[in-house]
């Protein structure tokens, strides 16, 4: 999978907490809350079935934990619909 934040994207839906981006061959989700957090790694997220950007949030103590941050569903697997139902 070879998507960058370069790519030409259009903004499709917006909610309280996600924005829906399209690019020629995915939807992206994106979660607001997470917006300007690193991007520290991109693993395949079994939960979506789709790859996933993450990144990790710390708590008052120390703990880190690793957090969605986008998600990039293939056109070819997934429709609009069935993104913001998730």
Do not use: P
């Amino acid at each position: 999978m070879n998507v960058s934040s370069s790519d030409n994207t259009n903004l499709l839906r917006t909610g309280r907490f996600y924005s829906i981006y399209e690019t020629r061959d995915h939807l992206i989700m994106e979660d607001k809350t997470k917006s300007g957090l690193e991007v520290r790694e991109r693993y395949f997220d079994a939960k979506y079935g789709t790859y996933c950007d993450s990144g990790i949030i710390y708590d008052g103590g120390g703990t880190g934990y690793k957090v969605g941050i986008k998600w990039y569903f293939s056109k070819i697997t997934f429709r609009l619909d069935q993104i913001v139902t998730i």
